[in-house]
């Protein structure tokens, strides 16, 4: 009998992770990204920026940095548990949506192509909030490929993976992901200043990031073929340059793209995805969009099935 009972309040916990799932994309779209002063990612910016300020570039440093930040972000999450519906899922909701950013992806990527028709400066300026890279000189084809590549690279920075430990480990586990999301933005780079204190959050974000842009990746041969584009080009160049950038993870949804969008995506002198192409134009970037649109609609009710057929 008790395990009858087990078994029934484990459905029911489950069907409540579904429900602040659903809930809290919804209010993503809805609403999009938090007011600055309130969103958690931008605190643990700032958590990160004082904390590097007070520890020196060494590799402990990283990982002390890792816990220091962490801990204040995920702990104090696992007292939700002990609150009552309806409040339990109000307050779940909304924590798990400000570390969801599919709205502002998506609003990112069509603002750069808005811009793109009218003013190539503008467009520059945009482009260069989204990526590391130089933008002063790209043409009109650089900025609609670094564009499509921010937006099928961020789907699993910025949606996915945060979705995937979320179904693992609950609230607190996308709150972790995010926090080591954010070191790795701030500290994880080979300069002198981050090689040896960023270390450590680039190697745990590449680690928690495997499974997730694989899984993503994937998803976006069947969303190419829902949608009339290239899947059988989706899934070749998958396969086949996934792997030719740097990061092991980030090339998986670009190269998916690359192939279901039937474009030739590069960052000049570090990565070609796809075949050579005749054009990158505003059309391709609006097909990215609603690439990556299905393909997270895809990864949700996924993640929404999961969790209704655990026994």
């Not at 999009?32 to 904390?51: D, K, T």
């Not at 009218?118 to 084809?141: F, G, N, Q, W």
């Not at 793209?257 to 192409?277: F, H, I, N, R, T």
Request: hydrophobic letters at 50%; a negative charge.
């Amino acid at each position: 009998m008790s395990q009858i009972y087990n078994r029934a309040q484990l459905k029911e916990e489950y069907m409540n992770e579904v429900s602040v799932l659903l809930l809290a994309v919804i209010l993503d779209l809805l609403i999009g990204e938090p007011p600055h002063r309130l969103h958690p990612v931008v605190w643990m910016g700032s958590a990160v920026e004082w904390m590097r300020n007070i520890l020196g570039n060494s590799r402990i440093s990283g990982i002390i940095l890792t816990i220091a930040v962490a801990a204040p972000f995920t702990l104090p999450l696992f007292l939700i548990n002990h609150l009552q519906d309806p409040l339990n899922l109000i307050i779940s909701s909304i924590l798990l949506s400000a570390v969801i950013s599919i709205r502002m992806l998506v609003t990112s990527a069509l603002d750069v192509g808005g811009s793109l028709k009218e003013d190539i400066e503008d467009a520059r300026k945009k482009l260069s909030m989204l990526v590391s890279r130089d933008t002063t000189s790209l043409s009109d084809e650089q900025i609609t490929s670094a564009a499509i590549e921010t937006l099928t690279e961020n789907i699993t920075d910025s949606v996915t993976a945060p979705i995937f430990y979320f179904i693992l480990l609950g609230l607190p586990g996308a709150f972790l992901y995010r926090v080591v999301n954010t070191l790795d933005a701030m500290v994880g780079y080979l300069d002198s200043e981050n090689r040896y204190i960023g270390w450590f959050p680039a190697r745990l974000d590449d680690i928690l990031n495997y499974i997730p842009s694989r899984i993503t990746g994937v998803l976006m041969v069947p969303a190419a073929l829902l949608l009339g584009m290239n899947w059988r080009g989706s899934f070749r160049i998958l396969l086949r340059d996934a792997r030719r950038t740097p990061s092991p993870n980030s090339g998986f949804t670009m190269a998916a793209a690359a192939g279901a969008l039937s474009v030739q995506l590069e960052k000049p002198g570090v990565y070609v995805l796809g075949d050579p192409c005749d054009g990158l134009d505003n059309e391709k970037l609006l097909e990215a969009v609603k690439l990556s649109s299905l393909t997270l609609i895809l990864f949700t009710a996924a993640a929404a099935g999961v969790m209704l057929v655990i026994p």
